[in-house]
């Protein structure tokens, strides 16, 4: 299936043209896929979202979160000092790492806590009044008559 072509997806459609680079870019990095640290996306509600990062080894002042456009990127940067000490195993991987997250239209970021060697980033999707679902009323005619050409005709 690697010979996906996405041009007849572009042809066919208007305005899905970011739905169609997103595959692109799953097919393109689904071999590379990185795998540190690990993650959990969990939906705590209907409408509400956490990213759970193993962060092992990492202070909040190591981590950082920004939202960029449509993407969350989580970074974690720690200087590279042992404080003298010695390790017979280093098993605690504390390497430099930068996740990036997709976030569908309208879910923002609504905080982010780290305790016990966890990160977790609360999201919620606030839809606009706009967009939401709205009952049209139809209205019932009394008479039934219709117009023609300016003049009420019989039905």
């Not at 299936?1 to 990095?29: E, H, K, N």
């Not at 993650?39 to 979160?65: P, Q, T």
Request: aromatic share 6%; no cysteine; glycine share 6%.
């Amino acid at each position: 299936m690697r010979a996906f072509d996405p041009t007849q997806l572009y042809r066919a459609t208007v305005g899905f043209d970011r739905m169609a680079d997103m595959l692109d870019r799953v097919m393109a990095s689904d071999v590379q896929a990185p795998t540190y640290p690990p993650y959990n996306i969990e939906k705590v509600d209907e409408n509400a979202y956490r990213i759970s990062i193993a962060v092992a080894g990492f202070s909040a002042d190591d981590l950082s979160i920004e939202v960029k456009e449509s993407a969350l990127l989580v970074s974690a940067r720690r200087e590279d000092g042992d404080d003298g000490r010695t390790f017979l195993h280093r098993g605690i991987a504390t390497r430099a790492f930068e996740r990036r997250f997709h976030l569908a239209d309208h879910v923002k970021v609504t905080g982010a806590t780290h305790a016990d060697g966890m990160l977790h980033i609360d999201l919620v999707r606030e839809i606009p009044e706009a967009l939401k679902p709205r009952r049209i009323e139809i209205a019932r005619s009394a008479d039934k008559h219709t117009l023609v050409e300016g003049r009420p005709e019989a039905a």
